[in-house]
């Protein structure tokens, strides 16, 4: 079978305060996360205002879908445009979308049943659009159906790799002819009292104070975050047809599992060791996005992994501090700031945040300007789920 390169053409996103690439760009190099006070929660988030979510869909079809699919479209939508690509050049029979999610659309649910529980359990007072508006795959159904799509497509729930996993899987499929274009990312929307009150009872990593520092002698854990990330993926021949100068390469990718009694993290760093090797493939690496979970235990745990499979001397960033953890959609986002960190020559800093890093020169302190042909991205899920993708510089 003749394998082609899937080539990145396309990003698109929607982040708490953070609409485009050049934006995000910026926001990672400053390193300013910003956070408000979440009751359910009993702690800070990162969400997106209703005001950024611009998508031209009427009042009456916004109504019909969830908030993380409305997210996803505009995220889809800005990907398209960056790409220079609308939908009457998609072949629909050679273009899919692999989306990313970890908890489907709650702000929908979380209205409907309170009006079943407040109004007297009438079934009429729920609305009949809400069987299609929460499950996991309703954003690739949306995407599907807003721009007629016909080729293969799937939606993946990794918990916060789904992003990272997504983009292997579309170039995977480019890369095996089976699809010539594929639109691959992740979509999350978290601002509501019943995903708050599930992670709060569910996760003892959760940052309390709006600070979220992997890495760092403080860390205290993860701020949560909502938004939308989407990657146009082509094969390489398709984008040189149409003139268009790739971000990056998607060169490979890797998922492994290693289950362990505690649930916020395997039971070692073997796992993603695994993924990373099988993703870099004994090939220089000029440069790791961490997953960067910002627990001590499970800091230490990505530093060996890291550490064995690429080399203690390997730079490492964690630019994902700066927009908080976008579970389905952070594995996404991971990817397109590094496809710029290849566009661009140049290491994105981690956000600082008063506290000191660990005495280690491997970690990224400010911007620096390098020569970048390899990057690996590192996610994983609670469970055991370890995930690595590799982007090469497009040259």
């Not at 800070?44 to 205002?49: E, L």
Request: glycine share 10%; hydrophobic share 40%; aromatic share 8%.
């Amino acid at each position: 079978m003749t394998t082609r390169r899937a080539v990145i053409t396309g990003i698109g996103l929607i982040t708490p305060q953070c609409d485009d690439p050049d934006f995000a760009w910026h926001r990672a190099i400053a390193g300013q996360l910003t956070t408000s006070y979440k009751e359910a929660l009993g702690g800070h988030a990162a969400t997106v205002s209703d005001e950024q979510i611009t998508s031209g869909l009427s009042v009456r079809n916004a109504r019909k879908i969830d908030r993380f699919s409305h997210l996803g479209l505009v995220a889809v939508q800005r990907a398209l445009a960056d790409a220079g690509l609308d939908t009457a050049s998609l072949d629909v029979w050679r273009t899919g979308t692999i989306v990313g999610n970890c908890f489907g659309g709650w702000a929908y649910t979380d209205r409907e049943l309170r009006h079943l529980y407040q109004e007297g359990g009438c079934s009429r007072e729920v609305s009949p659009f809400q069987a299609t508006a929460w499950f996991p795959a309703a954003v690739q159904g949306q995407i599907s159906l807003h721009l007629g799509l016909k080729g293969y497509s799937k939606t993946v729930m990794a918990d916060r790799a789904s992003g990272l996993v997504s983009i292997g899987m579309g170039a995977r499929l480019i890369e095996t002819g089976k699809l010539d274009c594929a639109i691959a990312g992740g979509s999350e929307a978290i601002d509501t009292d019943f995903i708050y009150a599930a992670l709060k009872t569910s996760s003892d990593t959760l940052s309390q104070d709006g600070h979220y520092a992997p890495f760092s002698d403080g860390a205290k854990g993860f701020v949560p975050a909502e938004g939308a990330c989407f990657l146009i993926l082509e094969s390489e021949e398709r984008a040189a047809r149409r003139g268009r100068q790739p971000y990056a390469i998607v060169e490979s990718s890797a998922l492994r599992n290693e289950p362990g009694f505690d649930r916020a993290m395997p039971a070692t760093h073997h796992a993603l060791e695994q993924a990373m090797r099988a993703a870099a493939g004994n090939r220089d690496v000029d440069c790791v996005v961490a997953d960067g979970m910002a627990s001590v235990d499970a800091d230490r745990q990505e530093i060996q992994a890291i550490r064995h499979a690429v080399g203690a001397r390997t730079p490492i960033t964690a630019p994902k501090a700066a927009f908080g953890q976008l579970f389905g959609a952070a594995g996404a986002l991971d990817c397109a700031l590094a496809s710029l960190m290849l566009k661009k020559q140049a290491m994105l800093p981690f956000p600082l945040h008063g506290d000191s890093r660990q005495d280690d020169t491997r970690f990224i302190q400010q911007l620096t300007e390098a020569t970048l042909y390899r990057v690996l991205i590192n996610g994983r899920g609670f469970g055991g789920c370890a995930a690595s993708l590799s982007l090469t510089r497009f040259s």
